[in-house]
């Protein structure tokens, strides 16, 4: 009877070990999916998508020509890109605080950002150019002296409109472009500074308006990354160099550009 009760324990315990076992191998399976798909991580983009073409809504969904590049990257990297759309002005912050990895907005590389933050190299080149309505006396940069000018606040059209002030102009500030184009037509202001081709767009969705021939500014754009992370710097540098050579960069600009 001992020996039945012996041997009765044993096979308990046996059943116990294998159950834990088996418990241990699923566990340990989910756990390392899980940190499998953890390896490859997410790369978050802070972006204000009221920039077209490089960043705007279509629907749900916010696309234009930056998001295509940083999905692109983080394919390189072997992450998955994840989009958030806030103020223009609160990207560099976000990037500080950790909130973000990196600012793709149509942003210049100048002294005062650097400052605040690292960038990559650059990816393209644009403009500063002036919109006016149609019958303006504004024809170039220096007309712009004693004028009400709108810019969209915190971007690099607000940064050149402002050395105006000095020469008795006003800068009107708007959280987005169109806003800025719409006082215009309105008559609220004379001018509207901003980059070349969301200007083109807005030209071209609204009536009596014009870019001038002159333009106010040439730049390059860059993508922000918090100020001492050298190696998301040299990934991301590394990724767009392989962008580049392939002419899948600019296939994605030109599938944008050529459409406005």
Do not use: W
Request: proline residues 2%; charged residues 25%; negative net charge.
């Amino acid at each position: 009877m001992m020996k039945r009760k012996v041997m009765a324990i044993a096979m308990a315990a046996c059943m116990a070990v294998a159950m834990t076992a088996c418990g241990s191998s699923k566990t340990d399976e989910t756990t390392a999916a899980a940190n499998n798909e953890a390896a490859g991580g997410v790369l978050t983009m802070a972006t204000n998508a009221e920039f077209p073409p490089y960043e705007y809504h279509d629907g749900g969904e916010i696309v234009g020509i930056d998001v295509e590049i940083a999905r692109a990257i983080a394919e390189k990297m072997g992450m998955t890109l994840e989009v958030e759309d806030i103020a223009f002005d609160s990207i560099i912050p976000e990037i500080q605080s950790g909130k973000a990895d990196i600012g793709v907005a149509g942003m210049t590389v100048d002294e005062d950002r650097l400052q605040n933050v690292d960038f990559s190299d650059p990816y393209t080149t644009s403009s500063q150019v002036i919109i006016v309505q149609n019958d303006s006396e504004i024809a170039g940069p220096d007309d712009l002296a004693g004028k009400a000018i709108g810019v969209q606040l915190g971007t690099t059209g607000d940064i050149y409109a402002s050395d105006y002030e000095e020469q008795g102009s006003t800068v009107e500030r708007y959280s987005k472009g169109f806003e800025a184009v719409q006082a215009m037509m309105q008559g609220k202001i004379d001018a509207v500074v901003i980059d070349q081709e969301p200007a083109k767009v807005f030209v071209s969705e609204n009536e009596g308006i014009k870019i001038l021939d002159e333009a106010l500014t040439v730049e390059e754009y860059a993508i922000a990354i918090k100020k001492g992370n050298t190696e998301l710097v040299e990934k991301v540098n590394s990724a767009l160099a392989e962008l580049k050579d392939s002419g899948e960069l600019q296939k994605i600009i030109d599938k944008y550009i050529s459409a406005n």
